[in-house]
C-alpha cells in the first residue's frame, strides 16, 4: 500500500511523518508519529501536529495552533491565520484543536485575540463542513455539526453535541446550548438555550430537539421533564423569572433541566423566545 492510499484510508501503518515534496513545512513546527502532509500545503510558524493527523492539500496552518491526534483537514482550509478583527495588533494569540475533527474545504478558523482571551479553541470529534468560518476567540465543544457555509462571529461559544445548519449567521458573543439544534439560513441574535430547536431569519425557539435528545438516548422521563420546563419557560406567558421559579417549583430538578435553568440564567444577551401568538410558526418545527 502507498502513502497515498494510507492518507486516505486514515492509516499510516509505519507511523513515519510523510511530507509531500511541494509541500512547505516550518523548521519551528512539531509533527507527531503518522503525520500525513499533502502537496501545496504550507505549515508556517510555531505549529504543533498530533500523531496521524493528515493534511490533504493545499491546506494552511500558521501561527501558535495546536491540533490533536487523527485530525483531518481537507483541501483550501486554513487555521491560525490573522484575525478579521480591527483591534488585534499582533499579539502572540493562537488556536487550539483537539482529536478526531473532520475540517472540509475551505473552512476557516482564525486565532484568538487579546480581547478575548487569546485562543480559539475546538474539541473533539466535530465535523466542520465545507466553508464554514471560526472567528477569533471562539469557544466549541465536542460532537458539534457545523453545516455548509454557517458562520461564526467572535466569541461565540457552542456547547456539545450542537448542530448548526447551513448558511446560518451567528452574531458574536452569542452562546449555543448543548444538544440544540440552529436550523439552516437561521440569523442568531441571542443565546439558543440546551435541548432546544431554533430557526428563522431572526431566529425564534420552535420546541425542543427532539430527535436530537433521542439520538442521544435521552431517558423518556428526562424528555418529559425538559418538555415540562420549556413549555414553562417559553410557551406560558411568564416573565423568564415568573418560569424559572415556575420550573424550579414544579420540574424534577435532574441534571438537563438543572443546565437549561442555569444556562439561561447566566446569559448576557439573553435567549431567544418563542413566537408569540399570530407570529410565523413553521408547523415543521412543532413538538
Same mark, same amino acid.
Given at each position: 500500500?502507498?502513502?497515498?492510499?494510507?492518507?486516505?484510508?486514515?492509516?499510516?501503518?509505519?507511523?513515519?511523518?510523510?511530507?509531500?515534496?511541494?509541500?512547505?513545512?516550518?523548521?519551528?513546527?512539531?509533527?507527531?508519529?503518522?503525520?500525513?502532509?499533502?502537496?501545496?500545503?504550507?505549515?508556517?510558524?510555531?505549529?504543533?501536529?498530533?500523531?496521524?493527523?493528515?493534511?490533504?492539500?493545499?491546506?494552511?496552518?500558521?501561527?501558535?495552533?495546536?491540533?490533536?491526534?487523527?485530525?483531518?483537514?481537507?483541501?483550501?482550509?486554513?487555521?491560525?491565520?490573522?484575525?478579521?478583527?480591527?483591534?488585534?495588533?499582533? *499579539?502572540?494569540?493562537?488556536?487550539?484543536?483537539?482529536?478526531?475533527?473532520?475540517?472540509?474545504?475551505?473552512?476557516?478558523?482564525?486565532?484568538?485575540?487579546?480581547?478575548?482571551?487569546?485562543?480559539?479553541?475546538?474539541?473533539?470529534?466535530?465535523?466542520?463542513?465545507?466553508?464554514?468560518?471560526?472567528?477569533?476567540?471562539?469557544?466549541?465543544?465536542?460532537?458539534?455539526?457545523?453545516?455548509?457555509?454557517?458562520?461564526?462571529?467572535?466569541?461565540?461559544?457552542? *456547547?456539545?453535541?450542537?448542530?448548526?445548519?447551513?448558511?446560518?449567521?451567528?452574531?458574536?458573543?452569542?452562546?449555543?446550548?448543548?444538544?440544540?439544534?440552529?436550523?439552516?439560513?437561521?440569523?442568531?441574535?441571542?443565546?439558543?438555550?440546551?435541548?432546544?430547536?431554533?430557526?428563522?431569519?431572526?431566529?425564534?425557539?420552535?420546541?425542543?430537539?427532539?430527535?436530537?435528545?433521542?439520538?442521544?438516548?435521552?431517558?423518556?422521563?428526562?424528555?418529559?421533564?425538559?418538555?415540562?420546563?420549556?413549555?414553562?419557560?417559553?410557551?406560558?406567558?411568564?416573565?423568564?423569572?415568573?418560569?424559572?421559579?415556575?420550573?424550579?417549583?414544579?420540574?424534577?430538578?435532574?441534571?438537563?433541566?438543572?443546565?437549561?435553568? *442555569?444556562?439561561?440564567?447566566?446569559? *448576557?444577551?439573553?435567549?431567544?423566545?418563542?413566537?408569540?401568538?399570530?407570529?410565523?410558526?413553521?408547523?415543521?418545527?412543532?413538538?
Amino acid at each position: 500500500m502507498s502513502r497515498q492510499q494510507d492518507m486516505h484510508s486514515g492509516s499510516n501503518m509505519e507511523g513515519e511523518v510523510f511530507i509531500h515534496p511541494l509541500a512547505q513545512v516550518s523548521k519551528e513546527a512539531e509533527l507527531g508519529p503518522g503525520v500525513w502532509i499533502g502537496p501545496y500545503c504550507l505549515v508556517n510558524g510555531r505549529v504543533s501536529i498530533g500523531t496521524g493527523t493528515r493534511l490533504m492539500s493545499h491546506v494552511v496552518l500558521e501561527g501558535q495552533t495546536i491540533i490533536g491526534k487523527d485530525n483531518v483537514f481537507y483541501p483550501f482550509s486554513s487555521v491560525g491565520l490573522v484575525p478579521q478583527d480591527l483591534k488585534y495588533h499582533g *499579539e502572540p494569540s493562537s488556536v487550539i484543536i483537539g482529536d478526531r475533527n473532520t475540517i472540509r474545504e475551505s473552512v476557516t478558523i482564525h486565532r484568538g485575540t487579546e480581547g478575548g482571551g487569546m485562543v480559539t479553541r475546538i474539541g473533539d470529534q466535530n465535523l466542520l463542513m465545507a466553508y464554514c468560518h471560526v472567528a477569533h476567540d471562539c469557544h466549541l465543544g465536542s460532537r458539534i455539526i457545523m453545516a455548509n457555509a454557517a458562520n461564526l462571529a467572535g466569541h461565540i461559544t457552542i *456547547e456539545d453535541g450542537a448542530i448548526i445548519g447551513g448558511l446560518s449567521g451567528l452574531h458574536q458573543f452569542v452562546r449555543i446550548g448543548a444538544l440544540s439544534m440552529v436550523g439552516g439560513m437561521s440569523g442568531i441574535p441571542k443565546d439558543v438555550p440546551p435541548y432546544v430547536w431554533a430557526s428563522g431569519n431572526r431566529a425564534y425557539l420552535h420546541g425542543l430537539n427532539i430527535e436530537g435528545l433521542k439520538r442521544a438516548k435521552f431517558p423518556a422521563k428526562t424528555v418529559g421533564d425538559l418538555k415540562k420546563a420549556y413549555q414553562l419557560l417559553f410557551r406560558s406567558g411568564y416573565s423568564q423569572k415568573e418560569g424559572l421559579k415556575a420550573v424550579r417549583e414544579s420540574v424534577p430538578s435532574g441534571p438537563e433541566v438543572s443546565h437549561l435553568l *442555569e444556562f439561561i440564567e447566566r446569559s *448576557e444577551r439573553g435567549v431567544l423566545t418563542a413566537p408569540r401568538q399570530g407570529q410565523h410558526e413553521n408547523p415543521s418545527f412543532k413538538e
